[in-house]
């Protein structure tokens, strides 16, 4: 093998990752404090007998929101089997 000398490293580059909810970060730009947005939850086994509604969209939004500065609150709500997130800060 040869060794080379003085090549310059290549600055990183940085990309966004193509993810399932990639379609949400448009909503964590332009969303106001106030504003909501509703998922659609599926009810999750969580123990023996209980069960819980849950939404992954829900969850990813919340985390999209966090890593940008903003602040989110979420609420379950049982009659429409929905998941409602909202802007706070």
């Known amino acids: 093998m040869k060794i ?4 310059p490293i290549p600055d990183r580059v940085w990309r966004q990752k193509n993810t399932k909810f990639a379609y949400l970060k448009e909503i964590v730009e332009t969303w106001q404090v106030g504003d ?3 998922f ?7 123990g023996k007998t209980q069960r819980i ?20 609150t979420q ?5 429409s089997s929905e998941i409602r997130v909202w802007r706070v800060k």
Do not use: P
């Open 4 to 7: 080379d000398k003085n090549v």
């Open 36 to 38: 909501s947005v509703a």
């Open 40 to 46: 659609k939850a599926v009810k999750k086994k969580y």
């Open 53 to 72: 509604l849950y939404s992954a969209a829900a969850a990813a939004l919340a985390i999209k929101a966090k890593n940008a500065g903003q602040k989110t």
């Open 75 to 79: 609420r379950a709500l049982d009659d």
